[in-house]
């Protein structure tokens, strides 16, 4: 289906690297989430953007996830230095920004670090 | 903040039957619950939602039920399908649209 899209689909990459991920929700969404989700466990959300502003990133580890939205529309999330605890699949979502709005995920990006 | 549990993690049904997913939430002020399915490999899609003004919606095969004073609610799948084999997995918002999920039920239907 036409929708979120991210890049790239799957990494790997050594600790200590950096990786950066794309999305780009349905036009139109405002908002737009950022998740990781381990496997076998539910997606955990790591930040959400109204526009081009952060309304939620008290989940995120600042000290080496960092996440931008610079013209509200796409969205890149950065892990540098990554850890082996990083490995999941990093998801991003879009909404259109009212109250109960239906979360539209992309196909993620699946991290592995060795 | 806000904690979904979900019960069974996993579920095996004969073709046919019904199929039931239950999730607790801790948080009074979520109000919007959506469920989630998860084919491998794939993205989360929405199948069913429910807002807490409402005890129950009802889609086809699907329904779900909220319980705001037992703080829980549930996947009903009736008449079950192969092609609903997926992980499901519940979640819980204050209406700040920002969900807690729970760690999902692995259903597998056998044809």
């Known amino acids: 289906e036409a929708g979120v899209a991210q890049s790239p689909r799957y990494k790997i990459i050594e600790k200590r690297q950096s990786v950066a991920f794309w999305c780009n929700p349905i036009?139109?969404?405002?908002?737009l989430y950022w998740y990781q989700q381990i496997l076998g466990q539910g997606p955990k959300l790591l930040i959400q953007f109204q526009n081009n502003g952060v309304v939620d990133d008290s989940q995120l580890p600042k000290d080496r996830f960092s996440a931008e939205r610079l013209k509200g529309v796409d969205s890149t999330l950065k892990i540098q230095p990554a850890k082996l605890e990083d490995s999941a699949v990093y998801l991003c979502?879009?909404?259109?920004?009212?109250?109960?709005?239906?979360?539209?995920f992309g196909p993620g990006t699946r991290l592995l670090v060795l | 903040g806000e904690n979904v549990e979900q019960h069974p993690s996993t579920l095996s049904v004969q073709e046919g039957d019904s199929a039931v997913i239950k999730c607790t939430y801790s948080?009074?002020?979520?109000?919007?619950f959506p469920w989630y399915k998860q084919e491998l490999g794939k993205r989360p899609q929405l199948i069913i939602d429910?807002?807490?003004?409402?005890g129950e919606k009802k889609d086809q095969r699907i329904a779900v039920t909220l319980n705001k004073t037992a703080k829980h609610f549930s996947l009903h799948i009736t008449e079950t399908q192969p092609e609903d084999s997926a992980v499901y997995f519940c979640?819980?918002?204050?209406?700040?649209?920002?969900?807690?999920f729970g760690t999902g039920t692995r259903l597998t239907v056998i044809p």
């Open positions: 979502a879009g909404g259109s920004g009212t109250s109960w709005e239906t979360q539209y």
């Open positions: 979640a819980a918002s204050t209406g700040a649209n920002n969900l807690f």
């Open positions: 036009s139109g969404h405002a908002t």
């Open positions: 429910i807002r807490s003004n409402v």
């Open positions: 948080d009074s002020a979520s109000n919007y």
